[in-house]
Nanobody, 123 residues
Framework: QVQLVESGGGLVQAGGSLRLSCSAS????????MGWFRQAPGKEREFVAA????????YYTDSVKGRFTISRDNAKNTLYLQMNSLNAEDTAVYYC????????????????WGQGTQVTVSS
């Protein structure tokens, strides 16, 4: 079983950048598709990005395309989310998740979750 711990959140001004990390424990990290979700106050948890186990295929929600980049280092059991050109609408708790489905995109298709890290963008 994989356990996930996010880090790297914080307060940033609009237009700035942050890099989130998700450290995974467990030997089966490389078999999962890894993803990032976010949840703003009063809103549903929404898909942000995901990357397949080999790292060669990634996909994003439209609102972050061109600004966010997901990557993974399987040797370090770590998932990353580089976030650039941040705006107030990106303010949310960001969650790392692991899924065994083919191309998971909904939260129900991800099996394992981290505890979340807060990202706040000030305008």
């Amino acid at each position: 079983q994989v356990q996930l711990v996010e880090s790297g959140g914080g307060l940033v001004q609009a237009g700035g950048s942050l890099r989130l990390s998700c450290s995974a424990s467990g030997r089966t990290f490389t078999t999962y598709t890894m993803g990032w979700f976010r949840q703003a106050p009063g809103k549903e948890r929404e898909f942000v990005a995901a990357i397949r186990w080999g790292g060669g295929s990634s996909y994003y929600t439209d609102s972050v395309k061109g600004r966010f980049t997901i990557s993974r280092d399987n040797a370090k059991n770590t998932l990353y989310l580089q976030m650039n050109s941040l705006n107030a609408e990106d303010t949310a708790v960001y969650y790392c998740a692991a899924g065994s489905a083919w191309y998971p995109r909904t939260k129900n298709e991800f099996d394992i979750w981290g505890q979340g890290t807060q990202v706040t963008v000030s305008s």
